[in-house]
């Protein structure tokens, strides 16, 4: 069985660029979280869908932030101008619901906003 | 903000177990302990998790003291492949919360 993916693994952009982040949760998992690490912090939650519905977002740091889960299968997290301080590692996460004993990461999208 | 508390860093040496602490003193009833670990450059991985009884699988065993307010991971026979930040989060078992990460133990294997 396929894991989480997230593409691209690396992305470097200049600040007031846009970048855009992709997940594929595992298959049949309804919920899909976003997740991410900012250099020298903790992993901090960004938002939850429950298959095409956006169950929480109370972590999205502000309105540049925009995720979309569209048909309820791979999300996009839009960053949009990107700023110095959105640079880190953003993680993707699924699991089933009914049955969310554990969520699956990814392995991670590293941003880079020079 | 994390519910928990951990020591920054412990070492351990390859193929002793490795035991890793963690206070949850505000615990709640439906609150369950789970352990996570990030291998460096890698998403988080589950480890394990429980309510009040000890847990064992193939990766770890979780010790949970009687009163919840404490509990350890324990890795049986550490290698240098276990060497990672290991996270005790507390979360109550309700469907589609999200995980609240502390900084966490790094744990360094050592040869």
């Known amino acids: 069985e396929a894991g989480v993916t997230q593409f691209p693994s690396h992305s470097v952009i200049e600040k007031g660029q846009t970048v855009t982040l992709r997940c594929d949760p595992i298959s049949g998992h309804d919920n899909l979280y976003w997740y991410r690490r900012v250099m020298g912090k903790e992993i901090k939650f960004l938002l939850h869908?429950?298959?095409?519905?956006?169950?929480?977002e109370s972590g999205m740091p502000n309105n540049r932030f925009l995720a979309e889960r569209t048909g309820g299968t791979y999300s996009t997290l839009k960053v949009q101008p990107a700023e110095l301080e959105d640079s880190g590692v953003y993680f993707c996460a699924s699991s089933q619901v009914g049955t969310d004993n554990e969520q699956f990461f990814g392995p991670g999208t590293r941003l880079t906003v020079l | 903000d994390a519910k928990t508390t951990q020591p920054p860093s412990m070492d351990c040496a390859e193929g002793r177990a490795a035991n890793l602490p963690c206070n949850h003193s505000t615990i709640s009833g439906n609150e369950y302990v789970y352990w996570y670990r990030q291998i460096h450059s890698q998403g988080p991985q589950y480890i394990i998790h429980g309510l009040k009884n000890n847990e064992t699988n193939e990766m770890a065993s979780l010790i949970i003291t009687e009163d919840r307010k404490s509990s350890t991971l324990i890795l049986p026979h550490a290698t240098l492949r276990d060497t990672a930040v290991y996270y005790c989060?507390?979360?109550?078992?309700?469907?589609?919360?999200?995980?609240?990460f502390g900084p966490g133990t790094r744990l360094s294997v050592l040869p």
């Open positions: 989060i507390v979360r109550v078992r309700n469907y589609g919360q999200n995980f609240v």
């Open positions: 869908f429950v298959k095409e519905s956006k169950q929480d």
